[in-house]
């Protein structure tokens, strides 16, 4: 039930499942023994899940493979090591496992958008959004931004627009191929309806940025009006020291900030 349905306390189970982790089913089951109570057993899901977020979050900011076969034999050795281990055993298993992996989030500072992370991108986006309303007292839902089957889904949006001659400073870049690079950073991306998205693709910043005014506040937070009359978020972000500010251009210099910022987000 909670792959189906987002439940809070077990909400990494719904987040491995939209991610298509189907291995996760049998990492949970295995450590789990049939002497466990429920309340056990809960915490139990809770540990292995939040690890599994964290396996498949650190191998795909560092682009390494989720595919079923590249990852099903750590899966099948890890199954046998947590095999109906206590609490407290299975908390050291997943500890080591996560450090041993070599991988971190500080790849997020080169994260893109391409053919393999387009999916993974559009769940972090989700995430993210849902997770800074939540801290902002607003009733938002990661079940709403993912949600493919409403008339007006959500989609990706590019914040830069997809042909440099409408950039701001049109010699912001060196290259088409460095613009293309910066336009598809993780931290050139939120996302929009669809409709939105359609109707903006070719508009300068400077004229996307007041659209994205009425939008969900993770886009909201590159217009001023944003920082105006919201005390829940800024407070929210003055106590995690979150550098969240408005910008009326957008090239290299704010993409790369707001990247770190993204990534510390990620982080939490």
Do not use: W
């Not at 950039?167 to 460095?178: A, K, Q, R």
């Not at 506040?217 to 944003?226: D, V, Y």
């Not at 829940?232 to 990247?259: S, V």
């Amino acid at each position: 039930k909670y792959v189906a349905e987002f439940h809070e306390a077990f909400a990494h189970v719904y987040y491995n499942a939209h991610r298509n982790f189907t291995l996760q089913y049998q990492l949970i089951l295995a450590a789990i023994a049939p002497e466990d109570d429920q309340d056990t057993i809960n915490k139990k899901i809770k540990i292995v899940s939040r690890f599994i977020d964290q396996f498949i979050a650190r191998r795909v900011f560092n682009f390494k493979s989720m595919n079923y076969s590249t990852v099903l034999y750590t899966v099948f050795n890890l199954t046998i090591e947590m095999r109906r281990k206590s609490i407290d055993e299975l908390i050291v298993i997943v500890k080591n496992h996560l450090e041993q992996m070599g991988l971190d989030l500080e790849a997020i500072d080169n994260f893109y958008l391409n053919q393999y992370t387009k999916r993974f991108i559009f769940h972090n986006l989700a995430r993210m959004t849902q997770f800074i309303e939540d801290k902002a007292g607003l009733n938002t839902r990661f079940e709403d931004y993912i949600d493919r089957v409403q008339s007006n889904s959500y989609d990706i949006e590019h914040i830069l627009p997809n042909d440099m001659l409408a950039l701001d400073d049109p010699d912001e870049f060196n290259s088409v191929d460095e613009f293309n690079r910066y336009r598809d950073s993780f931290a050139a991306l939120v996302l929009l309806p669809k409709d939105k998205n359609r109707s903006l693709q070719d508009m300068p910043y400077k004229d996307k940025v007041k659209k994205y005014d009425s939008e969900n506040l993770l886009a909201r937070t590159l217009h001023e009006n944003c920082y105006k009359n919201n005390p829940l978020f800024l407070r929210f972000i003055n106590d995690h020291g979150l550098d969240f500010k408005p910008y009326e251009t957008y090239g290299r210099k704010e993409i790369d900030e707001r990247q770190s910022l993204y990534k510390e987000i990620c982080k939490m």
